[in-house]
């Protein structure tokens, strides 16, 4: 009996060996056994982010979607409260025409010039408006809006000169709202209404004593000498106080005309009534600033004797709203990061 030769074991060991399963894959022996292509690799890459495109792309088309949605709603919307605005003032009847002054008058703001004066114009453009009545609930706001509120009452007053102007005036008429309502013919109140506060304002703060004792140095820098004057943290000087007292005087001064020209002889002026002071109604009355107690349907009753009421004004729509959230009041803004804020008839 012979025995296997060293040849003989070595082929033997490597029969065993193949034999065997291997404990480690081999992604090589698997291409080969699977018959894949060489560069698999690649392919698998390249479907995965055709994939990942794929979603992108479905995903970018859901959001297209969704904005395009959301316009349509908008328009929607806009055509909707054109359309109800139209069907409010289509009454081929006499009636009361009324325009509401409320809350603060600020441009951007419902009681902004804009709004009232294109409602106004609507309101005069109706044949069957017999009044126009301002109904006033604000307690002030921007003398520039005011302003431009007044002299365009006073300018639709001269072209429709059969169409009396009247203000109503409920909780509160003061600063820049009692500005606007001395161009009307007639102002009337409630006898508990709050009316006047015929002056003009601008305020602040300053911290630059704070400052000293915090240690906080403020580097502020500036091209002209005046430039930062309103800054919060920056001393103000005798010279630029008289600059801006001189500005508010002027602004008072030019309150105090309009209100003059406005209530004419009516008005019984005593040293108090241009100090920037609010009364009631009943004492409004008293001192020439209202012409008498009554409310919206008392003068559309008594008055106009037109009972049906229409309101011609603007309101401020979704659309509208959404739309101003992209805009920004630049000089306002400016005014208020230094720390001051815009002269106000409050």
Not at 98 to 125: L, P, T, W
Not at 180 to 207: E, N, P, T, Y
């Given at each position: 009996?012979?025995?296997?030769?060293?040849?003989?074991?070595?082929t033997d060991i490597h029969a065993?060996?193949?034999?065997?399963?291997?404990?480690?894959?081999?992604?090589?022996?698997?291409?080969?056994?699977?018959?894949?292509?060489?560069?698999?690799?690649?392919?698998?890459?390249?479907?995965?982010?055709?994939?990942?495109?794929?979603?992108?792309?479905?995903?970018?088309?859901?959001?297209?979607?969704?904005?395009?949605?959301?316009?349509?709603?908008?328009?929607?919307?806009?055509?909707?409260?054109?359309?109800?605005?139209?069907?409010?003032?289509?009454l081929n009847t006499p009636h009361?025409?009324?325009?509401?002054?409320?809350?603060?008058?600020?441009?951007?703001?419902?009681?902004?010039?804009?709004?009232?004066?294109?409602?106004?114009?609507?309101?005069?453009?109706?044949?069957n408006a017999k009044a126009i009545?301002?109904?006033?609930?604000?307690?002030?706001?921007?003398?520039?809006?005011?302003?431009?509120?007044?002299?365009?009452?006073?300018?639709?007053?001269?072209?429709?000169?059969?169409?009396?102007?009247?203000?109503?005036?409920?909780?509160?008429?003061?600063?820049?709202?009692?500005?606007?309502?001395?161009?009307?013919?007639?102002?009337?109140?409630?006898?508990?209404?709050?009316?006047?506060?015929?002056?003009?304002?601008?305020?602040?703060?300053?911290?630059?004593?704070?400052?000293?004792?915090?240690?906080?140095?403020?580097?502020?820098?500036?091209?002209?000498?005046?430039?930062?004057?309103?800054?919060?943290?920056?001393?103000?000087?005798?010279?630029?106080?008289?600059?801006?007292?001189?500005?508010?005087?002027?602004?008072?001064?030019?309150?105090?005309?309009?209100?003059?020209?406005?209530?004419?002889?009516?008005?019984?002026?005593?040293?108090?009534?241009?100090?920037?002071?609010?009364?009631?109604?009943?004492?409004?009355?008293?001192?020439?600033?209202?012409?008498?107690?009554?409310?919206?349907?008392?003068?559309?009753?008594?008055?106009?004797?037109?009972?049906?009421?229409?309101?011609?004004?603007?309101?401020?729509?979704?659309?509208?709203?959404?739309?101003?959230?992209?805009?920004?009041?630049?000089?306002?803004?400016?005014?208020?990061?230094?720390?001051?804020?815009?002269?106000?008839?409050?």
């Open positions: 009996m012979t025995s296997p030769t060293d040849d003989d074991k070595r065993d060996a193949s034999a065997q399963p291997s404990p480690i894959p081999s992604l090589a022996g698997a291409a080969t056994e699977t018959g894949s292509a060489p560069g698999w690799e690649r392919a698998v890459l390249e479907k995965l982010a055709l994939g990942s495109l794929a979603e992108q792309r479905i995903a970018r088309r859901w959001r297209n979607g969704i904005r395009l949605a959301w316009l349509a709603f908008a328009i929607v919307l806009v055509v909707i409260g054109w359309e109800r605005n139209a069907s409010d003032t289509n009361t025409a009324v325009v509401a002054v409320q809350g603060e008058i600020a441009s951007g703001a419902q009681a902004s010039a804009e709004f009232v004066n294109a409602s106004m114009r609507s309101a005069f453009e109706d044949k009545v301002l109904l006033i609930n604000s307690p002030g706001g921007s003398p520039v809006q005011a302003g431009m509120i007044y002299d365009e009452i006073r300018r639709l007053r001269s072209l429709h000169k059969d169409t009396p102007v009247y203000a109503v005036v409920e909780e509160s008429c003061a600063s820049a709202a009692y500005y606007i309502a001395s161009a009307a013919d007639k102002i009337f109140v409630d006898k508990a209404s709050i009316v006047g506060s015929i002056g003009v304002l601008m305020d602040g703060f300053g911290f630059t004593g704070l400052m000293d004792k915090l240690g906080v140095e403020r580097r502020l820098l500036t091209a002209g000498e005046n430039k930062g004057f309103l800054d919060p943290f920056s001393p103000q000087t005798d010279k630029q106080r008289g600059y801006a007292q001189e500005m508010l005087n002027q602004i008072h001064q030019q309150f105090i005309a309009a209100v003059k020209t406005g209530r004419g002889a009516r008005l019984k002026e005593t040293p108090e009534t241009f100090s920037g002071l609010f009364w009631t109604g009943q004492q409004a009355v008293e001192m020439g600033l209202a012409d008498q107690l009554g409310s919206l349907d008392y003068v559309a009753r008594e008055v106009v004797k037109a009972e049906d009421i229409i309101d011609y004004t603007r309101k401020d729509n979704v659309a509208e709203r959404l739309a101003k959230r992209f805009g920004a009041a630049f000089g306002e803004g400016a005014v208020k990061a230094m720390g001051g804020k815009l002269p106000a008839l409050q």
